[in-house]
């Protein structure tokens, strides 16, 4: 028998969506009463109730019109399950109706839960709720209950097609006429910076405050960079502005935000286009075409702060023109990605400062954009990609062009349904004679489509768009190939099809975020994914679990639970079929194979227009693109693995040179970085000769809140390799020089920088390694010794990190390392097979604030080190814990995972001592399951 109580909230550990599927797949019989259903939660319902309704489980559900909340959508959707009857509480002014009951019957007993949560998607997944679960048999308590919903049962309307019919006609004269009553004054006073804004604004503050005069901004489309730039603007207080984009109608947008935000303040707003002049405005708006033309009647020095909208677009040459003329105090850019098709690099534009990144994950945890719900349905069985190359689009196109996948596909875009009045829909096919196909299909069915390809005008894609967008006009679908990828913006579309097989997360996440745009009225996106079975499935798991950095285990994880971190209302779903295929492929996949690192390697290449990535800072062009980092543990030296797979004779030649070569393999060996101090001082020293400990203090404090100066002094006998032991200095290059408190570039590194090709190499390195420890770390300072909570670190880590004065063999190789008071503690929970048991040490969670340890087998209670560990909080010794699940997954030496410190409260044994910590920061859930969960 079930627990008898039990309080359900939405959190980390669950949801309340996921307790009604769990009942109404478990029972015999479910009744509901509840006061509001809209389709964004009846969505989230749907396959849940179609199993019922193929098992026989009958239902009820009771609902209201109180304040006209409940949409005729849902009422229409539940009236299509024969298992189902509805009725629909009409209320009046007198008598309101906000019940929140779901009833599940047993064969023995009842569950009945009783709450706050109303069937939409925000009260099932993320708003504060309190359901509280009791379970019952027969009790004056479930009488009570069940009486109350058969009067409600009674006292309710039959929802019958004229009930809704009367409905839904009162609806939409009330939508008509009393619009006005639901809009809000907005006053420029009120309106605020949300969360990314705030932070980009802080941290161009930062930057700006350290003398640097230019900015980069990172932030899919729709997230409110307009609005940040203009909140950065009105505290930046520039005399004159010169806004930047390239297409007329953004920069009208862009006008009417400053204007909104900027008031009373006296400076004058004007354009720059083809049909208006106003050259003389404080705040000018401009079309870059039309600056060109025009940019020499103002002085260099005209504008004190310049904005580049789609700053992607500022390598070109009528850009670039732009850019070199004019002298403001401070650019900043914009853009939704930095990926660029001709080469140039849009980072090194801005002086590699980036203020911000954010992308699809960041956005939904901010709330910048919709949430998705992603449903991934099995292909029929008369689709088998098993045998060919997802790279054969030809041989993929002929096999998908099936009548009947067809009619599966509009089967299911049917039973789905979408958000909103009218489906506005993108699908992307395989190719164009695919997309033609589908397009013809549909409209054959009486769906009216259209296909669209690069081979079509951007005035004919518009007109398209428009038509698309356009609530009163019959197109609902344009199936197209990738010109909708990315830099295309179409806010109200509600659907999108994944009709192709997925053979890139770039592609995937380009395509899914077409439809993430906020719009009025939108709520949320349904995304339709029809999964074949092809060798490369699994490449949608790695999509959606948004982490670049993952390992087999983390996605299997998160395919089990559901992707159960992905923020918000954001709901993923696959079928079992699909789930137990993706599951099966990445258990065969080894992805630290050669094989599996050239595909992936090659892959991007693809993306990034056929052009070999020599660069790691080409990795940060596009969100989901593959970790570098793993080609560098292949090879030591990223160059390196990509002259192997490339045959790049030029590039094996440059690495023919040892000091090159050395100062390659030592920089990137620090990858990815866990502090930031040596490679600020590095960066400095490519531009200087020396640098002091002030100075470097200096720029240090330009990446992070704080630092201090013992660790800068530290970072010098790094870069000086007093650090080194003699068997770390073999091989390794020396590019620094130790003197007092000044650090100076040795003779070889300033020759090697001397050398255009070999500076470019040396100088990615040091700024993708910052770049990268900026994204994971953030501008925190996480003070000595420098670990971040739930961050993945090597044991070797802890002695850099914790200012040891001499690195040694001594500290690696044993779970348990110490520098003075600081105890590092390295746990694998799953042992090697073959390990005896007694020294197969009983290291587990006991829950998610406790933690049961074994120390080394040699450790007695007696000895000063026993006393450490067991008395720690009053000896003042902290005992920092990193935790992995296996020592190794494919061949490849996991990291240990950062989860703070730990108390001993309980001790026993000898030789070893086990002993019961709690945890200073309960684990997150996420991480907990990763942990526990045997997949």
């Not at 707003?269 to 401009?286: E, I, R, S």
């Not at 260099?300 to 403001?328: G, L, R, W």
Request: aromatic residues 12%.
């Amino acid at each position: 028998m079930i627990e008898q109580r039990k309080l359900i909230v939405n959190s980390e550990k669950g949801n309340f969506l996921n307790e009604l599927v769990k009942s109404i797949n478990e029972c015999t019989r479910f009744y509901f009463s509840v006061a509001f259903i809209n389709f964004s939660g009846l969505q989230l319902l749907l396959d849940s109730l179609k199993q019922a309704e193929a098992k026989g489980t009958k239902g009820k559900i009771i609902t209201s019109t109180y304040l006209n909340f409940t949409d005729t959508k849902s009422l229409r959707k539940i009236k299509d399950f024969n298992n189902i009857d509805l009725k629909v509480f009409v209320t009046d002014k007198e008598i309101g109706f906000h019940t929140k009951a779901y009833i599940f019957e047993y064969d023995s007993y009842y569950k009945v839960i009783i709450g706050s949560s109303n069937i939409t998607q925000s009260a099932l997944k993320s708003n504060i709720e309190w359901n509280v679960e009791m379970v019952s048999k027969d009790d004056s308590f479930l009488e009570n209950v069940l009486s109350e919903y058969n009067y409600l049962w009674n006292s309710s309307t039959d929802a019958d097609d004229a009930f809704i019919s009367r409905y839904e006609e009162f609806l939409s004269k009330l939508i008509n006429h009393s619009t006005q009553q639901y809009l809000i004054y907005e006053h420029a006073e009120y309106i605020v910076p949300n969360r990314m804004q705030k932070r980009a604004m802080e941290n161009l503050e930062r930057l700006r405050s350290f003398g640097e005069n230019k900015a980069l901004v990172i932030a899919a489309t729709g997230t409110g960079k307009t609005y940040m730039s203009a909140f950065d603007v009105k505290h930046f207080q520039p005399k004159k502005l010169l806004f930047i984009v390239h297409r007329e109608e953004i920069l009208k947008k862009a006008k009417e935000t400053f204007e909104k935000l900027i008031t009373n303040t006296g400076v004058t707003f004007g354009l720059l286009t083809g049909n208006q002049k106003d050259k003389h405005a404080d705040y000018l708006f401009a079309t870059i075409q039309t600056l060109t033309r025009y940019y020499t009647e103002f002085e260099p020095t005209e504008f004190d702060y310049i904005i580049f909208d789609e700053a992607h677009h500022a390598t070109s040459s009528s850009y670039q023109t732009v850019f070199s003329y004019f002298k403001p105090q401070f650019t900043l850019g914009m853009t939704a990605t930095p990926e660029r098709s001709d080469g140039l690099n849009v980072f090194d534009l801005f002086d590699n400062n980036v203020a911000i990144e954010v992308r699809l994950h960041e956005a939904l945890d901010d709330e910048l954009i919709i949430p998705f719900h992603y449903f991934g349905i099995t292909d029929i069985d008369g689709i088998d990609l098993s045998d060919v190359d997802i790279d054969d689009v030809a041989e993929i196109t002929k096999r998908l062009k099936v009548n009947e996948r067809v009619d599966f596909i509009i089967e299911n875009m049917i039973f789905y349904s979408h958000d909103g009045e009218k489906r506005k829909c993108l699908g992307f096919c395989a190719s164009k004679e695919h997309a033609k196909y589908m397009s013809e299909e549909f409209n054959k069915r009486g769906y009216n489509s259209i296909y669209l390809s690069g081979d079509d005008s951007v005035e004919n894609r518009s007109y398209h768009i428009q038509k698309l967008e356009d609530d009163k006009d019959e197109l609902q679908f344009i199936f197209s190939v990738d010109i909708f990828n990315e830099g295309v913006d179409i806010p109200s579309v509600n659907t999108v099809l994944m009709l192709r097989p997925t053979n890139s997360p770039i592609v995937f996440i380009q395509q899914l975020g077409r439809g993430l745009r906020k719009y009025k009225g939108k709520n949320f996106l349904t995304v339709l994914d029809f999964i074949g079975n092809h060798s490369k499935t699994f490449l949608i798991a790695i999509a959606l679990n948004g982490s670049r950095y993952y390992d087999k285990e983390s996605l299997k994880v998160a395919i089990a639970t559901g992707f159960a971190n992905i923020p918000g209302a954001t709901h993923i779903q696959m079928d079992k079929i699909s789930q137990e295929r993706i599951l099966e492929q990445i258990d065969k996949e080894n992805f630290n194979s050669m094989k599996y690192l050239k595909e992936e390697y090659f892959e991007f290449k693809k993306l990034n227009q056929g052009r070999t990535p020599y660069l790691l800072l080409d990795y940060l062009k596009f969100d989901g693109a593959p970790d570098p980092i793993k080609f560098i543990d292949k090879d030591k030296i990223y160059q390196q693995f990509v002259a192997k797979v490339e045959r790049d004779d030029p590039l094996r030649s440059l690495l023919t040179n040892e000091a090159f070569e050395a100062a390659l393999r030592e920089l990137s060996g620090q990858l990815p970085l866990k502090r930031i101090y040596e490679f600020v001082i590095l960066k400095y020293l490519s531009e200087h000769d020396l640098i002091t400990i002030q100075e470097a203090k200096h720029e240090i404090l330009k990446h992070v809140k704080e630092v201090d100066e013992d660790s800068i002094s530290h970072a010098f006998e790094c870069l000086n390799q007093d650090y080194y032991d003699s068997v770390q200095k073999r091989g390794k290059l020396q590019l620094c020089k130790h003197s007092n408190d000044t650090l100076m570039k040795t003779e070889a590194f300033r020759e090697l920088l001397a050398n255009s090709e070999y500076r470019k190499y040396i100088v990615d390195i040091i700024n993708y390694g910052i770049y990268r420890y900026e994204k994971e770390y953030k501008n925190e300072y996480y003070g000595v010794p420098h670990f971040k909570l739930y961050e993945q670190y090597q044991m070797i880590d802890a002695a850099l990190l914790s200012n040891y004065r001499k690195t040694h063999s001594s500290f690696r190789g044993s779970g348990l390392l110490a520098n003075g008071n600081e105890y590092f503690l390295y746990i694998d929970l799953h042992k090697e097979e073959g390990i005896k048991e007694s020294i197969n040490y009983k290291d587990k969670f006991i829950n998610e604030k406790y933690f049961q340890w074994q120390t080394p087998n040699n450790t007695s209670q007696g000895t000063d080190r026993g006393k450490n560990i067991i008395f720690n909080k009053a000896r003042g010794v902290n005992l920092h814990l990193f935790i992995r699940k296996y020592k190794e997954i494919d061949g490849k030496v996991e990291p240990y995972i950062y989860i703070g410190k730990g108390n001993v409260v309980e001790y026993e044994g000898e030789k070893p001592i086990t002993v019961k910590m709690k945890l200073e920061h309960e684990i997150p859930a996420r991480l907990y399951t990763e942990f526990v969960k045997k997949v």
